[in-house]
């Protein structure tokens, strides 16, 4: 058959849902989709960019590793993926709270994206294609599929944008950019143009990366080494902590000083953020060193991390020296800087910016408003960071499956998750640069610990079809002996024996005067579950993470409580649906600034039309009155 | 915590009669049950059923009262309702209300318990705007007055205790969000330093807000009319006589002196202004600007007429302002030569009236000398039958606006209690800021401003994050 000149390759009834970018989160919504049975497509400029970690060399990090730990409770791969490429890895805060110890860990940045590479390549029902997509096709507000630069047109009943910061990418230092994405990649051009013609709001934002630097030309003698931690604890609840026991590689740490300072003040002039040449909104949690130097003229150092790339090449990421100043003012820098003297560069540094949306046009579920069966997860939604975006792809991909089974879209409320918190806030509040995950910004984080995500999202990822049966039967038999060990524990009389009295004072601890239970001790501060060990004659053999979760539920009981009763009261408003239907112009008693901030936000409940700036509590009361009168 | 029993004083705070002090909600049982003494413990007391005993905080008894109990679903709001009848007096019922918010239940939005009666469907449905509009316009009050409430002193001293909880705050979480970049070890003492400073700051507050310093009652009264027309000695003759009490309240503005006067048992809050009349002076002018403001805010306005001048353009600007509020026109100077008579006030008043669309009212009107003190006592006697008509309120919205401060600066107190025990029982840092965060919503709930985005601005502004 000979086709004619004008026709294109129409692919009709191959796919149900197309993933458009292969980046952090589009290999989770496509995993998602296909795990849920549907036949789906995954499309890249370049295979060899899939699971790409463009920036740092690391997953994890404070409420970072709360994020790893929760996609991995809900089916996700990104924990399993870092668990078998990492290089190094500690528990940040272990110090602290609970709730604020997070993972963090270095990975072999060629050997994660191939490993994930190498999951979706044998996933069954998802194919790979290289190709930019520049069209997203709609009919009545319904998706129907996309076009692709050839031309080529691939229907199907859902899309999931998971573009990163490549639309309309453009890369800076000093006077120089080029129109591309992230090392060089090709930038995606057209597709901004197409979401446009839909009606879909664009921002601009900025990022960027420091140089890379040659091992080889490194004097780490000048330089602080930082190590692993001894007991490395895996992100996956599904591996095995002894396979996780490998040897690690160093991070080096040095500082910056009054000469790196001063050479970045004098040229200042010539770097693009000050001379206006980027318009771009920068993240303010992860400023250049420029910014820095700015910002804190105080500060007469600030520091550096120089961490290994991966294990079969030279480069070093530079760590807190991210710039967009020229390339022999980045020389000059980086070599004022102790133990990179003669460091030669292998990249430069660079600022990048790109196109990403106004998130508030999204559904909790990640789908568009406007839009049938668009959904879209990652920095295209404005967030910045690896962690961030596989979280949001992997809902984005859940839900379009959800979207075809017919099934009312996945929402993780504010109580349950960082997930939660991370996509209402991108959903619901005015964000001028890419958003980045912090334990600050989860109201219930005691409840929320990156050690009991697998307690709080499993069984929502059995329900959702991405747990197996096996591990669904190994979470109830963990919440039963949890539940079994604090009930002991909280009825376990303890006297005042000589044995106790010797064990409370190797602790510094106040001896006994009367009889008490195992529970109160375990609340003493300078106590623990564990320490109580040889004074707790009954006390069952128990794997170490049911120990930890008893000794944490004893410990902050009185503060977990006080977080569930919050939790209560939040959730009565979460519950309080206000229907797509609704006139905000019928309620004459909202203020004006409420109503156009509830028109165009159009909360799904009062609970988060609550949260929206601009919405007073008593627009809520009368938002409230107006819905018990319907 | 935001609680979820709510508490207000249901009846006009009137000086007599009685006061009665509604609790609603799942914990106004056990909320009543902490604060009445009687022969009996109210949660075990059947619905509908009244009892006698008293009401004391602590140890202290305030009231003998008669308490109602009632049990859902048979009441106004529909939930658990005590009401708590006292022997009255402004003063004792706002103490049974501030026990009452100590002790579990949280001072009342405008508006909220008719808001609960409709949501828990004690209302028909058709009156569902008219609870809007009691909502808004309750609300509007109630945020005019306690921003009239506080002073540009207490506003401030406010804003710097927030300031200093929050700069701590977003310093502990920048740490544990950037651990490597910035270390919170030992910390502690640094914090409980700062908590103690800002816990004997909130006591003073709580202090001066007992001796009425913050909080103000009576009736907002506001003495206009051009310079010289005699507002000054009126405000003297008022403070001057019978039992007054005067108090020089601070932060009060250097434009506008005021006092507080107990008049026939009411009480007043005077204000006496520059006088208006248009000027080129721009500092005079400010005081002016300053004197219509008050007159537009009070409950009642009191309007000196220089009987011994014609009523000029100025006296225009000034019916202009306040003919549409709850005013007495004073004809002062009955001592001089008068050339101006009720009579020609009254028809001026009426061509405002008609400029404005508005039908005629007539307002009282007394001829005074306020240097001979003539005409005073029919003045308070006008007074005192304005208010019993009622005509003339107190704002009870004030005074709930003003429960609710100070049960705000109180709750800021006792979360920056739990931070110093947090420290002393060697708790992790991050649980510091769980209490700092509370104390910071408290103090934001009476300076009007919610917690948003604050603490992510402040360690964004504040430290140097990593990366």
Known sequence: MKYSASSVWENKDEYDIAVVGAGHAGCEAALAAARLGFRTVIFTVSVDSIALMPCNPNIGGSSKGHLVREVDALGGEMGKVIDRTFIQSKMLNSSKGPAVHSLRAQADKADYSRTMRQVLEEQEHLDIRQMEVTDILAEDGRVTGVQTYSGAIYRCRAVVLCTGTYLK?????????????????????????????????????????????????????????????????????????????????????????????????????????????????????????????????????????????????????????????????????????????????????????????????????????????????????????????????????????????????????????????????????????????????????LLLRQDNADLRLTKLGYEIGLISEERYQRLLEKERLIKRETERAEHTNIGTSEKVQKLLASFGSTPLTSGTTIAELIRRPELSYEKLAPIDEKRPELPYDVKEQVDINIKYDGYIKRQMRQVEQFRKLEKKKIPDAIDYDEIQSLRIEARQKLKQIRPSSIGQASRIAGVSPADISVLLVYLGSK | MKKDTIAAISTGMTNSGIGIVRISGEDAFSVADRVYRGSRILSGEPSHTIHYGHIADGDDIIDEVLVMAMRAPRTFTGEDTVEINCHGGTYVVSRVLETVLKNGARAAEPGEFTKRAFLNGKMDLSQAEAVIDVITSQNEYALKSSLSQLKGSLRNKIKDIRNKIIYHTAFIESALDDPEHISVDGYGETLRRASIEIMDDLKELIRSADDGKVMKEGIQTVIVGKPNAGKSSLLNVLSGHERAIVTDIEGTTRDALEEQIRLQGLTLNVIDTAGIRRTEDIIEQMGVDKAKEYAREADLVVYVVDASRELDENDDKILELIYDKKTIILLNKSDLKTVLGEEDVRKKLKEIFELNGKSFTPVPMIGISAKEEQGIREFEETVKSMFLKGSLSFNEEVYITNARQKSALSDALESMEKVVGSIDAGMPEDFYSIDLMDAYESLGSITGEAIGEDLVNEIFSKFCMGK
């Open chain 1, 169 to 445: 990418a453009r890369c800076i230092y000093g006077d120089i950019s080029t129109y591309t994405g992230p090392n060089g990649l090709q930038s995606a051009n057209y597709l901004t143009d197409s979401l446009k013609k839909l009606g879909v709001r664009m921002y601009r934002f900025k990022t960027g990366t420091p140089a890379r630097i040659d091992r080889n030309s490194i004097d780490f003698s000048r330089m602080e080494e930082q190590k692993g931690d001894e007991r490395v604890i895996p992100f996956s609840f599904t591996t095995d902590p002894e396979d996780v026991q490998i040897d690690q590689v160093s991070c080096w740490l040095t500082y910056t000083n009054k000469k790196t300072h001063e050479i970045i003040r004098q040229n200042l002039d010539r770097s693009p953020l000050f001379s206006g040449a980027i318009e771009g909104t920068g993240p303010r949690y992860c400023p250049s060193i420029e910014d820095k130097v700015v910002k804190f003229p105080n500060k007469d150092r600030h520091q550096v991390f120089i961490e290994p790339e991966g294990l079969h090449t030279t480069e070093m990421y530079v760590g807190g020296m991210s710039s967009s100043l020229p390339e022999d003012v980045q020389y000059a820098m980086y070599r004022s800087v102790p133990g990179l003297e003669n460091a030669r560069i292998v990249r430069n540094a660079y600022a990048i910016e790109y196109d990403c949306i106004d998130a508030r046009q999204l559904k909790n579920t990640l789908e568009f408003k406007d839009i049938e069966g668009l959904f879209s997860g990652g920095q295209f939604n404005g967030s910045s960071g690896y962690e961030e975006a596989a979280a949001q792809g992997l809902i984005a991909g859940i839900n379009a499956a959800r979207k075809l089974q017919g099934k009312e879209g996945v929402v993780i409320d504010r109580s349950q998750g960082y997930i939660g918190v991370l996509i209402d806030d991108l959903v619901t509040k005015e964000n001028h640069e890419p958003y980045r995950m912090m334990t600050s910004r989860a109201e219930y984080r």
